[in-house]
């Protein structure tokens, strides 16, 4: 999966009261992993980021301008 843009990850994040703690209990993960996912380190499992676009309820063009915008934006 392509560099996701981490800056649109935390907006959409923070308007559902999520933080990095919080989302990485929704989808099962420990915060290092999903730290280490969003600082580029490794990368988000297809199953992550489906469930992220569940839990967000993400349009088309919001999966798309975060999950392939096709570089790094922001920082974790």
Do not use: C, W
């Given at each position: 999966m392509?560099d996701?843009?981490v800056r649109?990850?935390?907006?959409?994040?923070?308007?559902?009261?999520?933080t990095?703690?919080?989302?990485?209990?929704?989808?099962?993960?420990s915060r290092?992993?999903?730290?280490?996912?969003?600082?580029?380190?490794?990368?988000?499992?297809?199953?992550?980021?489906?469930?992220?676009c569940?839990?967000?309820?993400?349009?088309?063009?919001?999966?798309?301008?975060?999950?392939?915008s096709?570089?790094?934006?922001g920082?974790?």
């Open positions: 392509p996701i843009d649109r990850l935390r907006a959409v994040m923070a308007l559902h009261g999520d990095g703690k919080s989302l990485a209990r929704r989808l099962g993960l290092a992993s999903l730290s280490r996912a969003l600082n580029g380190r490794r990368e988000f499992r297809v199953g992550e980021a489906l469930k992220i569940e839990l967000y309820q993400l349009t088309p063009a919001q999966v798309a301008t975060i999950f392939f096709g570089g790094r934006h920082s974790a």
